[in-house]
């Protein structure tokens, strides 16, 4: 988990930009870094992956996109980054290349629902050497764990990037809010003892695993 140093119900910190200038730095500092990062939305990805451009050629950058997305909807830059199928046998529709061929890029950019296609096509857990969640404050807990667990192993670094005190996950059945998926899988565990930032632990957590995670 990242914070940022300004107050935490506050707009704009910078995590965003932050998860971006981290994906960069851990791709450079290691030819091994695979790094998949996931956001509940289309429009959260597409902001990340076009922060991505200048650093990553088309061959290490992918913004993998759902077979029912538009391509209209899609800014141009990104589309080089995207595998677009329009060969004829069927309708045209994004998709992904071959296996071999994901997984020889650096960065896969998707929606946290999205994130369940590597392994669907075969990929295995602990390919990518950290999945990160941006926007995990607005996420289900379903959601965040679809990438989590179906990719992660024991050595995955998992970073949830989020504000758990500013718009939650909305939710629009009432059984599920009663059940408590209002509440999203950032939030739960800030609300642990770990990360209580009154008694000074959670704030010395927090750090601890911002250093792991870059020296990672």
Sequence with gaps: ?????RPIDSPGTGKTVTIVEA???????????????????????????????????TDEL???????????????????????????????????????????YRVVVST????????GIGIPRGHFSHII???AGQATEPEAFVSI????????????????????PIIRSGIATK?????SYIERIMARPSYDQSAGHGRRHVFLLVYLFVAN
């Design 1 to 5: 988990m990242i914070q940022n140093s």
């Design 23 to 57: 994906i960069i730095q851990l791709t450079k500092k290691n030819d091994n870094i695979r790094i998949l990062a996931c956001t509940p939305s289309n429009s959260a990805a597409d902001l990340i992956a076009s922060r991505l451009i200048g650093s990553f050629r």
């Design 62 to 104: 992918f913004r993998m996109y759902a077979p029912s997305k538009d391509i209209k909807e899609v800014p141009d830059a990104l589309r080089a980054y995207s595998y677009y199928c329009e060969d004829g046998s069927s309708r045209p529709c994004f998709s992904i290349p071959s296996m071999a061929t994901m997984m020889n």
């Design 112 to 119: 946290l629902i999205s994130a369940s296609i590597p392994s």
């Design 133 to 135: 969640i941006d926007e």
């Design 149 to 168: 667990k179906t990719l992660a192993d024991p050595k995955t670094n998992i970073v949830l990037s989020g504000d758990p005190k500013q718009l939650g």
């Design 179 to 183: 059940l408590g998926l209002e509440l």
